[in-house]
């Protein structure tokens, strides 16, 4: 079974997660799994809000002793888990179509792939070339 552990940092409080389980209810993952909601940086005060917004969906806590950058929350919940692939998305993910895991499954089951992604992005080699030439493009303002 795959895990789909979603980062829930703290500090952002309840909204992002609300967003990310709106989501999660609308489009099918298309593939068993269990939802794991990573709680870093999750104080005891906001912890109510965090879980309440869980209500309802088949899900595990899993709470990290310490706030972590995002890299090491998600290789600790790696080391404490053991599912047979882990799915790890941060705090601001979305999904905006059904059968997102398996699709995510299908490109890992590819016999080159070691590691799937999805994200939105505007980058691009060209804007990227011209930012690394400091000539104008979309990253002019976003991207040091």
Do not use: K
């Amino acid at each position: 079974m795959i895990g789909v552990v979603h980062l829930v940092w703290g500090p952002l409080g309840a909204m992002p997660l609300r967003r990310f389980i709106a989501s999660y209810r609308r489009h099918s993952a298309g593939a068993e799994h269990e939802l794991i909601a990573l709680l870093n940086g999750v104080d005891e005060d906001r912890r109510p809000a965090i879980e309440a917004e869980l209500e309802g969906d088949e899900h595990r806590l899993l709470r990290l002793d310490e706030p972590v950058q995002d890299l090491a929350a998600y290789a600790q919940a790696a080391a404490r888990l053991d599912h047979e692939r882990l799915c790890f998305l941060n705090s601001h993910s979305e999904f905006l179509v059904a059968d997102w895991l398996v699709n995510l499954q299908g490109a890992l089951d590819q016999v080159a792939a070691g590691i799937v992604g999805a994200t939105g992005s505007w980058a691009s080699v060209r804007s990227g070339t011209l930012n690394g030439l400091f000539l104008p493009n979309a990253y002019r303002g976003v991207v040091p």
